[in-house]
Structure formats: C-alpha cells, structure tokens
C-alpha cells in the first residue's frame, strides 16, 4: 500500500501533543448515512439547516459534529429519534447532557454562547436533555471524505470498540488531525488522542469513568488553544497528576512562535510553561493527497513551579 498521512507522520514519530481541535462545548447530532468531506452540509441532513447551525455556533466556543453508530452506512434511512449530545470541557464545569429529538431543526432554538459559556439551561428547556449517566463516549474520526485515513484506521477501530462491548462508541464527522489517525475524542473531559489503539482507548475510557486522564497518546484537552493543550499535558506528565478538573489554564502571554503559559492546580499550585511553536521536519503531507509542507508542532521548553513570591509579584 502506498504512504498515507499518517504512515508518514508515524514514521517520522512526529508528536501529539498541542494538536486537538479546540472547542469549550461540543454539540453532537446523530445523523446516519454517509457524509461528505463538510458534513453539516454534506450529508443526508439538510444543507440548509447545516449551514444555520454553522452559523449559529460561529464565534460561541460550540463545535457542532455529526455522529452515528459503527457499522455499514450506504442507506439513507433516518431513524425516528436521534441522539443528542452536549458537553462543555473546561474543568471545574465539566458536564455532558443527552437528548433526543425528531426534528433537528429544533437545535436552531439552543442558547449557544450560552452553551460556549457553560451554561446548560437550554439543553433542557428545547430538548428535554437530561445529565448523561452512561458510560464516557469515545467518538473516532471515520470520514474517509476528509481523508482517507480516517477511513482506513477509524472505521476498523471503532467497529473493534463497538464488537467488544464497549459502550458509548459513536464514528464522529471530525476532529482533525488526519495525519494522527485513528483519532479519538473521549467525552466529557474533551481530551483527543491520536494513533489510537482498541486497547488504549478501553484503558483511556476506564480512566475517564475513575475521573482520570490518560497521558499516554494525548494529543490534549479541546477546552484549551494549542499552547495551552501542550502546557497542561507537560504540567501533567511532570507531577504525574492524573486526576480530572484539576490542572487550568489560566493565562497564555506572548504570540506565535513562543508563549509563556500558566497552569493553576486546584491546591493553590502554579506553573509556567514556555512554549514554542516549531516546525515539523522533514516535509510531509499533512493530509493524504496534500501538498508536502512542515505542519508547526507545539514543543514544550520549559516547566517552572512558581513559589509563592513569584505568585504573588
């Protein structure tokens, strides 16, 4: 078979950390049948009504996504209810609420900074959601419309997943990052991991439902921009701080190619974390089919606990 993305960046051990898509809230939608490389507008949905979600979400912190089960899907029938999901990922507020509608277009009438801020109220009052008490969700990335790799490596992974008697696997439209596939986002702690094996996700979803966080694999927690992931994830390793809604960003200083990121610890810790935007050598396509180019990367230089003297200068 000939080189894909993701062959190429696994070869070339490129890191994962610092690439998650960013996203406070994320808004899930059931929608089977295929879906094209833009699937709110793409699919077997009505474009219009994906194009006023788009719209809607713009600039809120909302990252609207489609999903479906595992498993063949050439038909083009709807079921009569679909699923809904929405969780909000920044930590001392993280919540995950389930839905189900047979109207779609009802997700017009969400609050959506609303929702960006963390505020739940009109999952319930236009959806009826209620508090999600199952099993964390694993959503894989399989549109082999965006990139073939997608397809390749997550629809076998998240049928795996599914045939083993995971529960709570839904295949997801996108989470970026083809070149990292198969990619998992793990709900509702909104951290993605790349590369991802059955077994790894099993023990990632083990850890999420004990409220911890697997390193192993991290590509970051989705609430944060990309410096921010990369800072969080180094505080993380360098403790060895795994529980859940611990560890904030709380302030990011300085521009692309460098940031001097702060990471609070609910216990009153601190750390500054510089980082630097580098460039990912040799070339390499960044999707299967692109041009070759040096995707930027996110390097951690250095990881400082703050004293208390320097915390309250």
């Known amino acids: ?9 696994r070869a070339l051990d490129e890191p994962v950390a610092g690439t998650a898509a960013t996203a406070r809230t994320w808004l899930l939608l059931e929608q089977p049948g295929p879906w094209g490389a833009k699937a709110l507008t793409s699919s077997h949905l009505d474009p219009a009504l994906g194009r006023a979600l788009e719209a809607a979400a713009k600039g809120t912190g909302v990252r609207i996504a489609l ?36 109207d779609p277009a009802r997700l017009l009438g969400l609050d959506y900074p609303a929702l960006g801020r963390g505020e739940a109220t009109s999952v319930a009052t236009v959806l009826g959601g209620v508090p999600h008490d199952g099993d964390p969700l694993a959503l894989v990335c399989t549109n082999g419309k965006r990139d073939r790799c997608c397809a390749l490596l997550g ?5 795996e997943l599914a045939s083993s008697g995971v529960d709570g696997v839904w295949e997801v439209t996108h989470l970026g990052g083809h070149r990292f596939s198969p990619t998992v986002l793990v709900l509702p702690y909104g951290y993605a991991y790349g590369r991802a094996q059955a077994h790894a996700v099993k023990e990632v979803l083990h850890g999420a439902r004990e409220g911890r966080i697997v390193t192993e694999g991290c590509r970051g927690g989705s609430a944060w921009e ?21 560890l904030s ?25 510089a980082v630097a935007r580098g460039a990912s050598l040799p070339p390499r396509p960044e999707s299967c089919g692109s041009v070759l180019g040096s995707p930027a990367r996110m390097d951690v230089v250095d990881v400082r606990e703050l004293t208390p003297a320097v915390m309250a200068g």
């Open 1 to 9: 078979m000939s080189s894909t993305c993701s062959t190429v960046s």
């Open 67 to 102: 999903i479906r089960r595992p498993g063949r899907h050439a038909d083009s029938r709807m079921p009569a209810t679909r699923r809904v999901y929405v969780a909000h990922t920044v930590p001392g507020n993280v919540w995950l609420h389930s839905a189900t509608t047979t």
């Open 155 to 159: 629809r076998p992974l998240a049928a």
């Open 226 to 246: 990309r410096p921010g992931q990369a800072a969080e994830l180094a505080v993380r390793r360098a403790v060895r701080e795994e529980a859940a809604q611990v």
């Open 249 to 273: 960003v709380v302030r990011t200083d300085g521009e692309a190619p460098r940031w001097e990121v702060t990471v609070a610890h609910v216990d009153g810790r601190r750390w500054r974390v």
